[in-house]
């Protein structure tokens, strides 16, 4: 009896840390949630930032650079890559965005098959972008994939 009483003490220690840690989880500040998705697609960890950047667009639907960064963890981790598309365009009409919103709105567009949509969002981003994103990006390879799927 006793030891059975003992494995039932145990368990229960055990379910209030587990309990205890997922709470604590759970109660982290918005600050807190931001950097650690900051920091995992500066590492290009889209899918565990993906879920990190949905709760931080629920509290702010409007904040232009959590569209962008959502969106693009959309189109690189998720299986429905087209629905970054909303998102990312949403994004490109802030003047203040950075240039790479327009390499990304292009790919979510080439998803989509409107290839001269998307080919006019990659040369937006040529125009916009510094050439060691250009290159990074393989722009002109994009565009020629573009024109290939058009004929």
């Known amino acids: 009896m006793t030891n059975k ?3 039932f ?17 759970s109660f982290k500040s918005e600050g807190d949630v931001r950097r650690q998705a900051g920091k995992y697609f500066k590492n290009e960890d889209y899918a565990t930032a993906l879920p990190l950047y949905s709760e931080l ?3 702010n639907q409007k904040d232009a650079k959590l569209n962008y960064r959502y969106g693009v963890c959309l189109l690189m981790a998720d ?7 909303n998102y990312l365009e ?20 080439q998803l989509k098959y ?3 949509d998307a080919i006019n969002d990659y040369k937006e981003f040529e125009k916009r972008g510094g050439s ?12 020629e994939t573009c024109n290939n799927a058009k004929e």
């Open 79 to 85: 299986k429905d890559k087209t629905s970054a598309y």
């Open 5 to 7: 009483l003992h494995w």
């Open 57 to 59: 667009l629920s509290l």
């Open 114 to 116: 409107r290839f001269d």
């Open 9 to 25: 003490w145990l368990l229960f220690i055990s379910m209030i840390f587990i309990h205890g840690d997922a709470f604590a989880q």
């Open 132 to 143: 060691s994103a250009i290159k990074k990006f393989d722009v002109e390879r994009q565009i």
């Open 90 to 109: 949403f994004t490109s009409r802030d003047s203040k965005m950075e240039a790479d919103v327009y390499f990304y709105l292009g790919k979510s567009l």
